[in-house]
């Protein structure tokens, strides 16, 4: 029978780093996916040493067509997509009298929007106790306004990630984020490491003891 499979949307030297390491100490098999091919390489690579199996694709994840089609061959070709773990997000330093309405979609769209594309096109290939985890943030609830739009980036994606999960649920597929209550890296609790763990331990979690969204305090 084939590994598990991770599918990483926003693939990263953090976060999404540290899930790909998570998911493949437990048997997965990584699948990686962002812009930027020095990056993602040198992420294989770093995984192969630790004796974990991963591949990577160069994409514009808010090009729908591109998007689709490289998740699309990350399923046929593994047969399966176990957990999907969306992670991108931009960091604008604008407030609102600053920012435009069309950078603030055009964030939105990376942020949260493309998401959207992700599961339509990850789903063919879902099994039953599937999972989809986003990294959410408590920007959600407690926007900067020197950064408006991230806060609106992760309001939006929380809203999606309720909606997904009760739309995918009869099928034994479930949807959540990840709130983190703090910043990347101020403490020994929000270390890339530690969120991982945290979303590990989410996709472990039993159907009938399921929540769309969980926060993670440290």
């Not at 590994?3 to 437990?26: D, E, K, M, S």
């Not at 939105?108 to 990294?135: C, W, Y």
């Amino acid at each position: 029978m084939s590994a598990p499979v991770l599918l990483v949307v926003g693939a990263g030297p953090g976060v999404g780093a540290a899930v790909a390491r998570r998911f493949g100490r437990a048997g997965y098999d990584a699948a990686l996916l962002a812009r930027g091919q020095k990056r993602l390489v040198s992420l294989t690579a770093a995984l192969a040493e630790l004796g974990i199996t991963a591949t990577w694709a160069s994409v514009d994840i808010t090009a729908p067509s591109a998007l689709t089609e490289a998740i699309t061959t990350v399923g046929q070709r593994a047969g399966r997509i176990d957990v999907l773990h969306f992670n991108p997000s931009v960091f604008r330093e604008k407030d609102p009298l600053a920012l435009s309405a069309g950078e603030l979609l055009e964030d939105v769209h990376l942020g949260a929007a493309s998401l959207l594309t992700a599961v339509q096109a990850a789903r063919l290939f879902m099994p039953e106790g599937g999972r989809v985890l986003a990294t959410g943030s408590m920007a959600a609830d407690r926007p900067w306004h020197r950064a408006a739009s991230l806060g609106v980036q992760k309001a939006a994606l929380r809203n999606l990630v309720r909606s997904l999960d009760a739309t995918l649920a009869p099928d034994g597929i479930r949807a959540a984020s990840l709130t983190v209550a703090g910043t990347l890296g101020e403490s020994a609790a929000f270390t890339p490491d530690r969120i991982a763990d945290a979303l590990f331990d989410l996709a472990g979690t039993p159907s009938e003891d399921w929540e769309p969204e969980v926060t993670y305090r440290g």
